[in-house]
Structure formats: structure tokens, C-alpha cells
């Protein structure tokens, strides 16, 4: 494989470090901090609502996927960090830096990517919705006729489920829960003065209203209303202009809009729980309850009604977030309902896979080769009709199937009931601790059980986060294993939007190792032996490293080691360790990383042949691939696990082998090679650990990889 060709234009670090870097790869100079490369992802997700080229309405979106990930960076990361501050067993991350510094760096750095949030909103794509004729009004710029007509929708749909809670000394302060969005008002008494309140904005309305009220926001009324203007007000607006009606008798003088965030990583004793269904689902409402991690208000809200609030919260001044604009914009995903075509992503139809494209049955398919997808290229029906099929099918005996993020009105979970109806043994592995995904999980085991299938809700003190479907069927031969394994979850929503990749085969080397894996998550098997899978907790990261080793070797004799590993985040440390020992020996390794990376590239002897990019589009790029020379014999792994300690050491992950050469050109030509090219949605990560986007050179040509694959593989309308 030839060089990627960006390695001349990074800036090393100077040649005095080599030596002590060389002789201590546990130096934490070596080393980027997990948090603060987690905000460097998301900034980039930022860089997407910040660029003019793309559609008005993606950028908006992309400003929502921007606040929703920092929403949950907040309900996890830092409020992990937050609870080490007070730790005296603490031990510190590879970087060296304390719980502390990390605060510290990360609101400097978050500072910065606000207010560029709030400026892109506010002066950006504010204007420009207006022009499209979206526009989201202010109160006061509505006509007098609206005003009455929002008056009229307050008293009707939200006074009465409103509760104003006051705050004196026969009050106490109220429960703020998470991400809600308040209202701290300001009132005067006639005889006692000015009065503190506190008013919870209704989750279960929309945040941007349309109006008049009353258009339909159903599909047939969308249809109705192509290329009509789009007229949003906010709802906290239109509760804060009729406040009069809720304080009667008292002049309200100000009213502030607010949110706390609060911690949401609540952990659970699964061995001590008697039913972890109901464990779980006390975790989940827990999280209203957890303490509080951040405060963001409104700029103009008074100092001494920040004190009040921040004295309430149990917070410090360096977990208080100003804005200019409005607070909590994760909302601005309910902009996709707006119908104008031309202001969003071109819609595309996928690939039909070559084995959905003749009549002949997919069992026959699938005996005579392996076939792989790509997705969202390849259409993910694929996968769907390999389990209608299995469902109505008379020789399959049953099926098993691991089940991680399954999304709504599922037709994975339709073809798997429809199964058991069918007759057939179906055992299904659900994560009901899939983070935020648990009440979803929790309901579709019960809907799974109700219909008489075998439900396992996981392995106590690991997540299942493997991606398998085994097929058993009965043909003259014997027993046939049919088997789906993958990058991404059973979930043909994010299909759509995530590049991830599934491989099926019928090899009996993966049927025996995936029967031995399913045996040891829904029984009591101990196997830890497998021939051709590579399984997390047991033995994968140890695996990994041996594969590094050989490159190692076969470099030192042959000179031509190479390594392409993709994946969402690289963390772990002893992983990290062995790039930086194959780098030093000369082997060329190309790391794509969406997400996080503590890897430090280019610091001469120690990763001066790593090159570390990151890629940021239209699609998630959610596949792992894990490819190495092998003396030009390349060897590649796909599967669940990045290289992190979550996943090498408290997860069920798998990687297994591509051992077809029609699917290895396929990967090496669509994702090694296409990637490495990719001069528009490309991000080299720096030593210092900052990020710089590769801009074409002078008539250079322009590639994007997921552009590529989209006009190469789809049918764009």
C-alpha cells in the first residue's frame, strides 16, 4: 500500500525529546488526554455547522449534534472526573494530568467552542433561515394578532400543567432536574418586595412552536405546506410574556431562562440486584436525581441570581456556562420536519446487495459464498430479509442473535417475534445496560418475551457490545450455520447514517466459534479458546498486540511493514505502546480515528511513521478495520471493539477475519485506499494534539471519500 502522502506537512516535535521519549513509553508526554481529545471530535462536529458549503438545514443540525454530544460528555465524562477530584485513590490517566487540570483546560477550551456555537447560530444561520423563510421570532417582533393568538394557546395547552415554585423561607429551593429548561423569574410584592421563582418549561412540548397554531406537523401537513414560510416562536418565549397570568396580583419583572445538567453515570451492583430489569430501570430514573454538573444561563441574567442558583446547585464559577443565544440547541433537530428539500442533504436510495437482486432463495446465496456490506451504501434490507426469510423459513431450526441499540418500531425484533411464532428456537442476548438506550432495550425483552422467546438481558459485570446473528438450518447435508456479523447494531435507522460494515459467511471455523461465544453468554460455558474470532475481555487486546509484534518482525526481515487501523476511539494504553514500538522499527502505520486518540504522532523515534486522521461528514463513521501487511499477505479484522479499556476489558467484543479475497479489494479499494485520499472531510491530528483539515493543493484533485462512495455505490434523486 503506498504512503498516504500527508506526512511531509506535519510539524515535528524537536529532536532533544528523543532519546528520554525512546527509553519510557510510559513518559506522559507521550500521551493526549481522553477529555480534551473527545472535545477536539466534537469541535470538528462544530466545523460542520460552521461551513457555508453545506445545506442550511444540515448545518443546523449539525449545530444540534454539537449540543446533544456535549449534553452527554457533560452527563458522563465530566461529572467522572468531577467525582475524582475528592478521590485519594486516584490513579492518574497515561497524560499525568490531575481531575483539576483537566476541569480547568476543558472549560478554556470549551469556552472558545461556545462562543463560536452561539455566534454561528446568532449571526450565521439565524439570518439565513429568515431569508429561507424559516424564521424563529423573537416575541416582540410578532404582530399583535399572534401575540393574541400564542395568549389563547398558553391558557389552553400550558397553564395548566405549569407549577411556579417559589423560593423564600417558607420555601425551599427546588429540584432542578436534568436538562430541563427553566425559568428563573422575578417578581414584586406589593408589601414583601421583589420575590424569587422558579418555572420548569414543560418537557413534553416542543421547544420551537409553529405558527398559526394549528398547523399540522404530520406528514400529510408538511406535504401541504412545501415551499410555505416556517414560522417559529420559542416556548419558553411564550411562557415568559404571559407570566401575568400565573403571578396575578404580583408585577413580574424579569424572567431568565436556565438548565442544569447533572451527573446520569449511575452505576449498579449487578451482583447483589434480584431483578435487573427493575435495577436498571431505578438507574434510569436515578438520573433526574444525580448532582449537578453545569449551569448554563442566559447572559443577561442578573450576578446575584447566578449566586442564588450556583449556592443552590452545590457549584463552583468554573461550571457555569454563559450564552448569547438560546440554551440546550440539541432542540434544533426538530427543524427537520421544516419540507424544503433544497436546504438539506440530497436524498439517496442504497445499493441492492447482489444477493437481494435475483429471486433465488438467500439461503443458497449465502451457502455458495461470503458477501459483504457496506452501509449506508449497501442497503441494510439485506440484513432485515436474511431474518424475514429465517422467520418463515420450514428448515430453520433457530437462531440466535445479540442485540445492543435496536431502535423503534423495529423490524429486526418484528422477524424475530414472528420466528418464535413460527416455531423456531429463538435466543436472543439483549444489553438492557446500553447507556441511554435502556428503557428502549428494557421494553423490547419484555415484548421478546412475551412471545415465548429465550431472552438473556447480558453477562453480569461486562456489556455485550458484539454484533452476531447465527442461523441454524436444516438441509441434506447436516445442519448448516447461517451467521451475520458486524460493525454496528441491528438498527436500520442508523443504517442511514452510520458507515459500518456486515460480513455473512457460512465458514465452519466462525459457526463453531460463534456457537462457543453464544454458549458462553447465555449459559455457563468458560471456553475461551476460539479459532478464528478475537474476543474481548479474554484475550483480544493480547491479540492485537501479537499482531503488532509480527509486523514488527516480518519488517525487520522483509522492510515493507504497513498497519491501517480505523476505529471511533483509541485509548489504551499498552495498545498505544505497541504502534509506538512498530513506528520506532520503521513499519508505516495510517491510523483513522473519528473520535478520540491519545496517541501522539510524530515525535521522532517514537511515532514519526504514524499518521493520525480523522474524518467528519454527512455519514458517523462508525466501522472498525483493522488491517495489517503481513508481508504483503494483508490480514484484516472488522468487529465491535475500538481500542479502548472499556472495550478490551468490560465489554463482550469480537473481531473476526475477512477470508475472502473479493471482500479484502473490496475493503482495501472503498475504505483503506479511498480514505487515505480524502482531501475535504479530513482532519490530521498534530503533536501537540490539535487538529488541522487537509485543504487540497492547487489543482489537486478534490476527493470526498463519503461523497465518493455515495455517487459510485447509490442511486442520488
Not at 327 to 337: A, D, P, V, Y
Amino acid at each position: 500500500m503506498k504512503d498516504s502522502g500527508f506526512r511531509q506537512a506535519r510539524q515535528p516535535v524537536p529532536d532533544t525529546r528523543k532519546k528520554t521519549m525512546a527509553e519510557n513509553y510510559n513518559n506522559p508526554e507521550l500521551y493526549i488526554n481522553r477529555e480534551l481529545s473527545w472535545l477536539e471530535f466534537n469541535s470538528r462536529v462544530l466545523q460542520e455547522a460552521l461551513d457555508p458549503g453545506l445545506p442550511l438545514l444540515e448545518r443546523a443540525r449539525f449545530i444540534s449534534i454539537f449540543a446533544n454530544n456535549l449534553d452527554e460528555f457533560f452527563m458522563i465524562r465530566v461529572s467522572g472526573v468531577r467525582r475524582q477530584v475528592d478521590s485519594l485513590k486516584l490513579k492518574p490517566p497515561p497524560d499525568g494530568l490531575t481531575p483539576m487540570e483537566q476541569l480547568n483546560r476543558l472549560r478554556e477550551r470549551l469556552t472558545g467552542l461556545l462562543q463560536s456555537m452561539d455566534q454561528c447560530w446568532n449571526e450565521e444561520l439565524l439570518p439565513a433561515l429568515g431569508k429561507a423563510n424559516i424564521q424563529i421570532l423573537e416575541y416582540p417582533e410578532l404582530e399583535e394578532a399572534r401575540r393574541a393568538e400564542l395568549r389563547n394557546f398558553f391558557l389552553e395547552e400550558i397553564y395548566p400543567i405549569l407549577t411556579p415554585l417559589a423560593f423564600d423561607p417558607g420555601h425551599p429551593f427546588p429540584h432542578i432536574s436534568n436538562l430541563s429548561i427553566n425559568l428563573a423569574i422575578i417578581v414584586e410584592h406589593p408589601k414583601t418586595g421583589e420575590r424569587f421563582a422558579r418555572l420548569k418549561v414543560p418537557d413534553r412540548l416542543p421547544r420551537l412552536i409553529r405558527i398559526p397554531i394549528g398547523i399540522s406537523a404530520s406528514k400529510e401537513g408538511r406535504k401541504r405546506q412545501t415551499g410555505s414560510a416556517y414560522r417559529y416562536v420559542w416556548v419558553e418565549e411564550i411562557i415568559a410574556n404571559n407570566l401575568d397570568i400565573l403571578f396575578p396580583g404580583l408585577k413580574v419583572t424579569a424572567a431568565y431562562p436556565f438548565r442544569v445538567t447533572r451527573n446520569a453515570d449511575v452505576e449498579i451492583a449487578e451482583d447483589e440486584a434480584d431483578d435487573l430489569l427493575r435495577a436498571i430501570k431505578g438507574v434510569v430514573e436515578q438520573r433526574h436525581f444525580g448532582f449537578a454538573i453545569r449551569l448554563e444561563a442566559d447572559n443577561q441574567m442578573p450576578g446575584e441570581l447566578l449566586e442564588i442558583l450556583k449556592e443552590n446547585l452545590g457549584l463552583e464559577s468554573y461550571q457555569v456556562y454563559r450564552h448569547s443565544g438560546p440554551i440546550g440547541l440539541s432542540c434544533l433537530s426538530q427543524l427537520s420536519e421544516v419540507n424544503k428539500p433544497d436546504l438539506k442533504y440530497r436524498p439517496f436510495i442504497p445499493s441492492k446487495p447482489v444477493i437481494l437482486k435475483k429471486k433465488t432463495k438467500l439461503f443458497k446465496k449465502l451457502k455458495d459464498q461470503n458477501h459483504l456490506l457496506y452501509h449506508p451504501y449497501d442497503d441494510f434490507s439485506a440484513v432485515v430479509e436474511f431474518l424475514n426469510q429465517a422467520a418463515d423459513d420450514p428448515d430453520v431450526m433457530a437462531i440466535k442473535q445479540t442485540l445492543y441499540r435496536v431502535g423503534p418500531d423495529s423490524p429486526v425484533v418484528n422477524a424475530l417475534t414472528r420466528a418464535r411464532e413460527n416455531g423456531k428456537q429463538v435466543s436472543i442476548l439483549i444489553e438492557i445496560k446500553a447507556r441511554f438506550d435502556e428503557q428502549n432495550n428494557i421494553e423490547w425483552a419484555r415484548e421478546l418475551e412475551e412471545s415465548g422467546v429465550n431472552v438473556v438481558y447480558g453477562v453480569v459485570g461486562l456489556k455485550t457490545h458484539c454484533k452476531a446473528c447465527m442461523v441454524v438450518r436444516r438441509e441434506p447435508e447436516g445442519l448448516v450455520r447461517y451467521l451475520h456479523l458486524a460493525t454496528g447494531n441491528y438498527n436500520p435507522v442508523t443504517a442511514r447514517i452510520y458507515t459500518d460494515l456486515g460480513y455473512f459467511t457460512t465458514d465452519r471455523a466462525f459457526a463453531e466459534d460463534v456457537s462457543a461465544l453464544f454458549n458462553s453468554l447465555t449459559g455457563y460455558s468458560g471456553s475461551t479458546e476460539y479459532q478464528k474470532l478475537l474476543v474481548a475481555p479474554s484475550s483480544l487486546r493480547n491479540q492485537i498486540i501479537s499482531l503488532i509484534d509480527r509486523e514488527i518482525e516480518k519488517h525487520e526481515k522483509n522492510g515493507n511493514g504497513y498497519l491501517f487501523f480505523k476505529m471511533n476511539s483509541l485509548v489504551d494504553k499498552e495498545c498505544i505502546k505497541a504502534l509506538y514500538r512498530a513506528s520506532s522499527t520503521g513499519v508505516k502505520i495510517d491510523l483513522v480515528v473519528r473520535g478520540i486518540c491519545c496517541l501522539r504522532p510524530n515525535i521522532p523515534g517514537i511515532s514519526e511513521n504514524i499518521t493520525v486522521s480523522s474524518i467528519v461528514g454527512r455519514f458517523l463513521e462508525h466501522a472498525r478495520v483493522y488491517c495489517f501487511g503481513n508481508g504483503g499477505n494483508e490480514e484484516i479484522l472488522l468487529g465491535s471493539a475500538d481500542l479502548m479499556p472499556r472495550n478490551l476489558d468490560r465489554r463482550v467484543e469480537i473481531l473476526f477475519p475477512v477470508i475472502d479475497q473479493a471482500s479484502i479489494k473490496t475493503i482495501k479499494r472503498d475504505i483503506i485506499e479511498l480514505q487515505k485520499k480524502d482531501n475535504v472531510k479530513k482532519w490530521l491530528l498534530e503533536p501537540d494534539g490539535s487538529y488541522r483539515r487537509i485543504i487540497p493543493e492547487k489543482n489537486e484533485e478534490i476527493l470526498d471519500s463519503q461523497a465518493h462512495c455515495l455517487a459510485s455505490k447509490t442511486k442520488i434523486r
